[in-house]
């Protein structure tokens, strides 16, 4: 069964940055430069925090942005081509939730592939991988 | 090894001016943090630096497992003390680890003095001088993170240092606030940044850390973020938060109440951690990097007086320490008192600890008469009276008239202008931490090179000779308190919070050196160690402290503790025997 991260309880964030580290981790490394969530405060610590990350949209509009066909709806969220890509920035501008990030090492956008690992490092219960309803 | 680390970033605020240089060997020998940070001051300060001058350096570093590893969560700031006129050193939290090293630097060192009150933003590129005139004389540092928040980009990859009116005014324990909550709280690293008319200081990045060994890495990290999560070791501050120890200190009369004239509530003391949880805890957060979340904020809901049905509801930090020096030392039994006295000590910016220890020696003072309603201005300082206390800090941080202006520089010049010295708690210039517990307490606070309680954690040996129902000689607990204090700079040149002290022991470090690429076994971690605090206490020799001469406020042996009445050549042979083993 397909499983999807999902920001469950974003209440109980207390931007420890856990996710967005182990994020950069998939490549073996720290920092935040190819992270594909992030946290930032509502507009001071004391009021709480947003998590951005894809939230595997049914319709996602990063795909349809993409003017060389270069992210394709996968079974959940998208995947992006990188050597098809060329840069254009024009998936970061389509999300509504600026879960579009991107690697200016590389000009190529970072988008969540829904592995779960960083749920897996969330002390708090923000964060969970969870199994996505048929249909 | 991460190039990153190796880059200094030098400011000039005196030309607006700033250059990168990298310096490899500085961190291959130093590691980075205090260990760093101790060398650019031996090199940048000039013996005799009027702290105030525009020579006196502020230096910031990070280590080599800042932002890699779980807790590398601090940044250690390292500048003469205008508190002490010696060493300054401190420790913060918050996100300024993580954006000094992923804006591509170890280190960050301030030097000169601007023109006009600035604020900088600190990038991968460099820095941006911004005019904060319009930013100079607020009455909240809150504000000042508001304003500039809105200003500056990087939202979530930043960390937004500030200064209030006390450090504008030069109070000489003024601190630097960081994310709100997280402060370098003593020695008035504040007062500094006022002295060169740096309002803030906001470092963004987000460049990514390359390690020697990927696998290993990830292995590493798994391991020790599991050990942190499980074990016991995090409990206390997960949980309760540092106020845990109300209740215990007070069980035991080790808790400083009224200026130390006592050592306990007769009943549940009403700052327990478990009572502000209960009552107040309205939110916790983290430091970046940290599963363990020990920050805790009360939810202090007011009503407005002129108004029905108006509320505001203010979050305010609370943590064992403010509660001794805010709460207990001042005699207080009113929580929401407290609360509110904190609110405006941050509002201020001011070390809440030198605070609060200065409120309760004018309490003291003013109730034996050797300062009347003369000096301060109609106001009368009683045990626990938290609106008279809320007007006092502002005229220390705006320092009105004669006594606040005194009282703006610690409890050792107020009592060398008033008298009271044998209640004058301070330790070499720094007032006194919450813990009466033993001899092992006070010789950290003497002996330390911050003079603070985390240098050597002396309380903790106090505690456990008292479960074990034993007493150490002068000698042994300066010989436990040296190698503790040795192996503490090992921790903080990397830079991790203490708090993680028990996840990570020197073949644990050892083996977070190697995934990043660096050598270190265990026994070189051990030399380094002593070796960092020896050069320490050279600068603090340089700039003319002698253990020797350190004054030993008499209350604190009047005051029993647990272990009974403290004998002052008891503590003066701890004291010699430490200088022998730092003189190495």
Redesign the interface.
């Given at each position: 069964m397909a499983k999807r991260l999902a920001v469950v309880d974003v209440e109980r964030c207390v931007d420890c940055l856990l996710c967005a580290l182990a994020c950069s981790r998939r490549f073996g490394e720290g920092g935040l430069a190819r992270s594909a969530i992030h946290v930032r405060s509502v507009g001071g610590m004391e009021r709480g925090f947003v998590v951005v990350v894809c939230r595997a949209c049914e319709d996602p509009p990063c795909a349809d942005a993409c003017p060389v066909g270069a992210i394709q709806k996968a079974e959940v969220g998208v995947r992006v081509d990188l050597q098809r890509c060329i840069g254009c920035r024009m998936c970061v501008a389509a999300c509504p939730i600026g879960a579009v990030f991107w690697d200016e090492e590389r000009e190529k956008p970072v988008i969540c592939v829904h592995c779960g690992l960083c749920a897996s490092f969330c002390p708090h219960g923000v964060l969970a991988f969870e199994e996505v309803a048929d249909g | 090894m991460d190039r990153g680390l190796t880059r200094v970033l030098f400011v000039d605020l005196s030309r607006h001016a700033f250059r990168v240089e990298e310096q490899p060997d500085l961190f291959q020998n130093g590691l980075g943090g205090i260990g760093v940070a101790v060398e650019l001051l031996r090199e940048l300060c000039p013996q005799g630096t009027d702290p105030f001058s525009p020579e006196n350096p502020v230096i910031l570093a990070v280590g080599p497992l800042s932002?890699?590893f779980?807790l590398a969560s601090k940044t250690v700031a390292a500048f003469k003390s205008p508190h002490t006129g010696n060493l300054g050193e401190s420790h913060c939290g918050g996100?300024t680890a993580?954006a000094i090293?992923?804006a591509g630097y170890g280190a960050i060192v301030i030097t000169g003095k601007s023109e006009i009150p600035v604020y900088l933003v600190v990038d991968e590129k460099g820095v941006h001088f911004r005019d904060a005139r319009a930013l100079w004389g607020l009455s909240s540092s809150?504000t000042v993170?508001?304003i500039i928040?809105e200003r500056e980009g990087g939202?979530?990859?930043r960390s937004i240092l500030r200064i209030g009116q006390a450090g504008e005014n030069l109070v000489s324990y003024a601190n630097v606030v960081a994310?709100?909550?997280r402060h370098f709280g003593r020695l008035g690293l504040g007062a500094v940044f006022g002295s060169k008319r740096l309002k803030a200081l906001v470092i963004m990045g987000?460049?990514?850390?390359?390690?020697a060994d990927?696998?290993g890495?990830?292995r590493l990290?798994r391991e020790l973020?599991e050990k942190a999560?499980r074990s016991e070791l995090f409990k206390k501050y997960h949980d309760l938060g540092t106020p845990q120890n109300v209740r215990p200190l007070n069980a035991i009369g080790a808790l400083p109440v009224k200026n130390l004239k006592e050592t306990r509530y007769p009943g549940d003391p009403p700052f327990a951690g478990e009572t502000m949880a209960e009552r107040y805890l309205g939110?916790?957060?983290?430091?970046?990097?940290?599963?363990v979340?020990c920050?805790h904020?009360a939810a202090l809901r007011e009503p407005y007086p002129d108004e029905p049905f108006f509320y505001k509801t203010t979050?305010v930090s609370y943590d064992y320490e403010p509660i001794y020096s805010l709460g207990t030392m001042l005699g207080g039994e009113d929580p929401e008192g407290y609360l509110k006295l904190m609110d405006e000590v941050e509002h201020l910016a001011l070390d809440a600890m030198t605070c609060g220890v200065v409120l309760a020696w004018a309490t003291e003072a003013f109730e034996r008469g050797l300062i009347t309603e003369r000096d301060t201005g109609g106001l009368v300082p009683r045990w626990g009276d938290y609106d008279v206390y809320i007007e006092m800090v502002r005229r220390i941080a705006q320092r009105r008239g004669e006594l606040y202006d005194v009282l703006a520089r610690g409890v050792e010049e107020a009592a060398k202008r008033y008298g009271g010295e044998e209640f004058a708690l301070a330790f070499g210039g720094n007032e006194m931490p919450g813990y009466h517990t033993g001899p092992g307490a006070h010789l950290t606070f003497l002996s330390g090179a911050r003079h603070s309680h985390l240098d050597s954690a002396g309380y903790a040996v106090d505690q456990a000779c008292l479960k074990e129902g034993r007493r150490l000689s002068p000698q042994e607990l300066a010989r436990a308190l040296f190698s503790e204090e040795a192996r503490r700079q090992v921790l903080s040149s990397l830079v991790l919070c203490f708090f993680a002290r028990g996840l990570y022991d020197l073949e644990t470090i050892s083996n977070c050196l190697k995934v990043v690429g660096l050598d270190w076994d265990q026994e070189s971690l051990e030399e380094f160690g002593k070796e960092t605090l020896r050069r320490k206490y050279a600068f603090k020799v340089r700039e003319g402290f002698d253990l020797k001469e350190l004054r030993i406020p008499r209350r604190i042996t009047e005051t029993p503790t647990p272990f009974g009445r403290l004998e002052e050549v008891e503590l003066r042979s701890a004291l010699e025997e430490m200088g022998r083993l730092l003189a190495g």
């Amino acid at each position: 069964m397909a499983k999807r991260l999902a920001v469950v309880d974003v209440e109980r964030c207390v931007d420890c940055l856990l996710c967005a580290l182990a994020c950069s981790r998939r490549f073996g490394e720290g920092g935040l430069a190819r992270s594909a969530i992030h946290v930032r405060s509502v507009g001071g610590m004391e009021r709480g925090f947003v998590v951005v990350v894809c939230r595997a949209c049914e319709d996602p509009p990063c795909a349809d942005a993409c003017p060389v066909g270069a992210i394709q709806k996968a079974e959940v969220g998208v995947r992006v081509d990188l050597q098809r890509c060329i840069g254009c920035r024009m998936c970061v501008a389509a999300c509504p939730i600026g879960a579009v990030f991107w690697d200016e090492e590389r000009e190529k956008p970072v988008i969540c592939v829904h592995c779960g690992l960083c749920a897996s490092f969330c002390p708090h219960g923000v964060l969970a991988f969870e199994e996505v309803a048929d249909g | 090894m991460d190039r990153g680390l190796t880059r200094v970033l030098f400011v000039d605020l005196s030309r607006h001016a700033f250059r990168v240089e990298e310096q490899p060997d500085l961190f291959q020998n130093g590691l980075g943090g205090i260990g760093v940070a101790v060398e650019l001051l031996r090199e940048l300060c000039p013996q005799g630096t009027d702290p105030f001058s525009p020579e006196n350096p502020v230096i910031l570093a990070v280590g080599p497992l800042s932002a890699l590893f779980p807790l590398a969560s601090k940044t250690v700031a390292a500048f003469k003390s205008p508190h002490t006129g010696n060493l300054g050193e401190s420790h913060c939290g918050g996100r300024t680890a993580l954006a000094i090293r992923l804006a591509g630097y170890g280190a960050i060192v301030i030097t000169g003095k601007s023109e006009i009150p600035v604020y900088l933003v600190v990038d991968e590129k460099g820095v941006h001088f911004r005019d904060a005139r319009a930013l100079w004389g607020l009455s909240s540092s809150f504000t000042v993170g508001r304003i500039i928040r809105e200003r500056e980009g990087g939202s979530g990859l930043r960390s937004i240092l500030r200064i209030g009116q006390a450090g504008e005014n030069l109070v000489s324990y003024a601190n630097v606030v960081a994310e709100s909550y997280r402060h370098f709280g003593r020695l008035g690293l504040g007062a500094v940044f006022g002295s060169k008319r740096l309002k803030a200081l906001v470092i963004m990045g987000r460049r990514r850390i390359p390690v020697a060994d990927k696998p290993g890495y990830s292995r590493l990290y798994r391991e020790l973020h599991e050990k942190a999560v499980r074990s016991e070791l995090f409990k206390k501050y997960h949980d309760l938060g540092t106020p845990q120890n109300v209740r215990p200190l007070n069980a035991i009369g080790a808790l400083p109440v009224k200026n130390l004239k006592e050592t306990r509530y007769p009943g549940d003391p009403p700052f327990a951690g478990e009572t502000m949880a209960e009552r107040y805890l309205g939110r916790r957060l983290a430091c970046a990097g940290c599963p363990v979340a020990c920050i805790h904020l009360a939810a202090l809901r007011e009503p407005y007086p002129d108004e029905p049905f108006f509320y505001k509801t203010t979050f305010v930090s609370y943590d064992y320490e403010p509660i001794y020096s805010l709460g207990t030392m001042l005699g207080g039994e009113d929580p929401e008192g407290y609360l509110k006295l904190m609110d405006e000590v941050e509002h201020l910016a001011l070390d809440a600890m030198t605070c609060g220890v200065v409120l309760a020696w004018a309490t003291e003072a003013f109730e034996r008469g050797l300062i009347t309603e003369r000096d301060t201005g109609g106001l009368v300082p009683r045990w626990g009276d938290y609106d008279v206390y809320i007007e006092m800090v502002r005229r220390i941080a705006q320092r009105r008239g004669e006594l606040y202006d005194v009282l703006a520089r610690g409890v050792e010049e107020a009592a060398k202008r008033y008298g009271g010295e044998e209640f004058a708690l301070a330790f070499g210039g720094n007032e006194m931490p919450g813990y009466h517990t033993g001899p092992g307490a006070h010789l950290t606070f003497l002996s330390g090179a911050r003079h603070s309680h985390l240098d050597s954690a002396g309380y903790a040996v106090d505690q456990a000779c008292l479960k074990e129902g034993r007493r150490l000689s002068p000698q042994e607990l300066a010989r436990a308190l040296f190698s503790e204090e040795a192996r503490r700079q090992v921790l903080s040149s990397l830079v991790l919070c203490f708090f993680a002290r028990g996840l990570y022991d020197l073949e644990t470090i050892s083996n977070c050196l190697k995934v990043v690429g660096l050598d270190w076994d265990q026994e070189s971690l051990e030399e380094f160690g002593k070796e960092t605090l020896r050069r320490k206490y050279a600068f603090k020799v340089r700039e003319g402290f002698d253990l020797k001469e350190l004054r030993i406020p008499r209350r604190i042996t009047e005051t029993p503790t647990p272990f009974g009445r403290l004998e002052e050549v008891e503590l003066r042979s701890a004291l010699e025997e430490m200088g022998r083993l730092l003189a190495g």
